[in-house]
């Protein structure tokens, strides 16, 4: 079972290597259409 605390170790573990990512709207997709751009993390990958 997946605990609390081991998802918020591995938080605490991968933080200095993930940057924070934008939440973009994007109107050309709908008027309440979000994206969360993952890919402007240095793995390019989300």
Known sequence: MLRL???AGA???LRPW???T???HA???GNR???K???RNLT???
């Open 5 to 7: 605390k081991d998802i």
């Open 11 to 13: 938080r605490d573990r």
């Open 18 to 20: 993930l940057r924070p």
């Open 22 to 24: 934008p939440l973009e």
């Open 27 to 29: 109107p050309a997709l």
């Open 33 to 35: 259409v979000w994206l």
């Open 37 to 39: 751009l993952e890919s």
């Open 44 to 46: 390019r990958s989300f």
